[in-house]
């Protein structure tokens, strides 16, 4: 059973593990590898008997083993269980992997195989049996509007709440790292204790306490017009080892979402249509609607050429300085539309 490249749905294959369905053969590759790592840890808790773990369970690396002792592995009978687990993560990385057709097309009835790789080439052996006969899923990394909701999901779990505006800015902070997220959010309930809601003051406090601005604040300011603070946070964001890359995929994701939004004003959308439309958040929305009316349609179509020619600059190792202020500068400012529009007329 083979799924196209999409969010990894972790609750869907947990609540298949509580009711003792398991596959005989599973493939997860992909850039989420937390998720999946998620999936991974509820497969071990509910096949594997805790008492004879030592026995049933295998945990090995690609780079350590080949096709032909996974396949002795997998080939095993469990001791004293119903099942045994495998797990290989950087299948990739295996050599003579492709001893695994075979058993993929008569995989063992009491072992749960589980291959792990970054990316799978179906052209190639075993993929493309993998894909016919097993369980395939190639997660995705999350979007920005998929982040959001889910470390908010996350902090329910825990049985706490999180202020919009702080979910916000903690993503900001980090970014769509699912990873990196959970680790914030570990460190964020421990420093509010019995604290049961995560404010804009406590994400600032311990989040941001290495990082005097965020992506996020940088992309406001451009939005709003506001060249003194937007070149003195771009400055003070680079000096403390911020990439220009990183900063200039920020903002060209930023502006993205001005031009939807913008389009979502001429069609006359609801604010609750406009945060289907764009996936803004409410608090973040607001002030979008504002910096929507700092540009006109046909700037927002030159700030994309300044932020692509920008970013095959930063990637050159231009000096990421000169071109943030100048890119930044003329956005604001217009200057090249501007210079360009008086060359026409």
């Given at each position: 059973?083979?799924?196209?490249?999409?969010?990894?749905?972790?609750?869907?294959?947990?609540?298949?593990?509580?009711?003792?369905?398991?596959?005989?053969?599973?493939?997860?590759?992909?850039?989420?590898?937390?998720?999946?790592?998620?999936?991974?840890?509820?497969?071990?808790?509910?096949?594997?008997?805790?008492?004879?773990?030592?026995?049933?369970?295998?945990?090995?690396?690609?780079?350590?083993?080949?096709?032909?002792?996974?396949?002795?592995?997998?080939?095993?009978?469990?001791?004293?269980?119903?099942?045994?687990?495998?797990?290989?993560?950087?299948?990739?990385?295996?050599?003579?992997?492709?001893?695994?057709?075979?058993?993929?097309?008569?995989?063992?009835?009491?072992?749960?195989?589980v291959l792990v790789t970054l990316s799978a080439d179906y052209r190639k052996k075993p993929y493309g049996t993998l894909k016919k006969?097993?369980?395939?899923?190639?997660?995705?990394?999350?979007?920005?509007?998929?982040?959001?909701?889910?470390?908010?999901?996350?902090?329910?779990?825990?049985?706490?709440?999180?202020?919009?505006?702080?979910?916000?800015?903690?993503?900001?902070?980090?970014?769509n790292n699912l990873r990196e997220l959970s680790n914030e959010i570990e460190k964020l309930v421990i420093a509010i204790g019995d604290?049961?809601?995560?404010?804009?003051?406590?994400?600032?406090?311990?989040?941001?306490?290495?990082?005097?601005?965020?992506?996020?604040?940088?992309?406001?300011?451009?939005?709003?017009?506001?060249?003194?603070?937007?070149?003195?946070?771009?400055?003070?964001?680079?000096?403390?080892?911020?990439?220009?890359?990183?900063?200039?995929?920020?903002?060209?994701?930023?502006?993205?979402?001005?031009?939807?939004?913008?389009?979502?004003?001429?069609?006359?959308?609801?604010?609750?249509?406009?945060?289907?439309?764009?996936?803004?958040?409410?608090?973040?929305?607001?002030?979008?609607?504002?910096?929507?009316?700092?540009?006109?349609?046909?700037?927002?179509?030159?700030?994309?050429?300044?932020?692509?020619?920008?970013?095959?600059?930063a990637k050159s190792s231009g000096d990421a300085k000169i071109i943030m202020t100048k890119t930044i500068a003329e956005i604001i400012?217009?200057?090249?539309?501007?210079?360009?529009?008086?060359?026409?007329?």
């Open positions: 059973m083979a799924k196209t490249k999409e969010k990894l749905d972790v609750e869907q294959f947990v609540s298949s593990f509580k009711k003792k369905q398991f596959a005989p053969l599973y493939l997860f590759c992909g850039e989420e590898s937390y998720l999946i790592e998620e999936v991974i840890d509820a497969l071990i808790e509910y096949a594997v008997d805790p008492s004879m773990k030592e026995f049933n369970f295998d945990l090995i690396h690609g780079n350590e083993t080949d096709g032909k002792k996974i396949v002795s592995l997998a080939s095993s009978y469990p001791m004293m269980a119903d099942r045994r687990v495998v797990i290989v993560k950087d299948f990739d990385r295996v050599s003579g992997k492709e001893v695994l057709e075979s058993y993929a097309e008569k995989p063992s009835a009491t072992t749960i195989l006969l097993g369980v395939i899923h190639e997660s995705r990394a999350f979007y920005d509007n998929e982040a959001i909701p889910w470390l908010e999901s996350k902090v329910r779990k825990i049985k706490r709440t999180i202020d919009p505006a702080a979910s916000q800015l903690l993503h900001s902070f980090v970014g604290q049961e809601k995560i404010s804009i003051a406590d994400v600032e406090k311990v989040v941001g306490v290495s990082r005097e601005f965020s992506t996020f604040q940088l992309c406001d300011k451009i939005g709003e017009k506001n060249m003194a603070k937007a070149l003195e946070i771009a400055e003070r964001m680079l000096n403390s080892g911020e990439s220009a890359v990183g900063m200039i995929a920020a903002m060209t994701n930023h502006f993205i979402r001005l031009w939807k939004l913008q389009d979502a004003v001429r069609q006359r959308k609801s604010e609750q249509e406009m945060l289907q439309y764009v996936y803004f958040n409410p608090v973040a929305l607001k002030s979008s609607l504002l910096q929507v009316r700092n540009f006109r349609s046909d700037e927002l179509e030159n700030v994309f050429i300044l932020l692509s020619e920008a970013d095959l600059s400012s217009g200057t090249i539309y501007h210079q360009e529009e008086a060359a026409v007329t």
